[in-house]
């Protein structure tokens, strides 16, 4: 059998451990004795500037054999078909050959408009430096 404590209303009970030691009670009058002789410190955090990387992140070549020879919709088409056989990839999901091309002269186009707005910037911040 255990033994039962009086439950004193506001009261806030709390040992080391749980199930391990003797319980404390600390009344709302022993919270306040705490708290005023405590000092609240604002933390005062420390910021640092960006960094500025020298080195141009890398975007890897997929055609790098034959640099001369782009990646044509129908050779990715055919590696996917590869794929297929493999068990890696669903035939259902597979795209047309003339999808395949739009995405490849899409993304080559983007590509070539956000280096050449990067170039740019890089210029006026080196005049502006």
Not at 16 to 25: R, T
Not at 80 to 108: A, M, Q, Y
Not at 111 to 128: F, I, P, Q, V, Y
Request: proline share 6%.
């Amino acid at each position: 059998m255990t033994s039962v404590r009086p439950v004193k209303v506001s009261y806030i009970y709390a040992c080391a451990l749980p199930g391990i030691g003797e319980w404390k009670e600390w009344s709302p009058e022993n919270i306040e004795k705490i708290v005023k002789k405590r000092k609240i410190e604002k933390l005062n955090p420390t910021f640092t500037p960006h960094t500025q990387f020298t080195k141009q992140w890398t975007m890897p070549i997929l055609n790098k054999e034959n640099e001369q020879d782009p990646i044509q919709g129908e050779s990715m088409h055919e590696e996917l078909l590869r794929r297929t056989e493999l068990g890696e990839i669903e035939e259902s999901d597979i795209p047309k050959v003339s999808t395949i091309t739009n995405w490849i002269s899409t993304f080559s186009r983007k590509w070539k408009e956000a280096m050449a707005l990067r170039s740019l910037e890089e210029k006026t911040n080196s005049k502006n430096s």
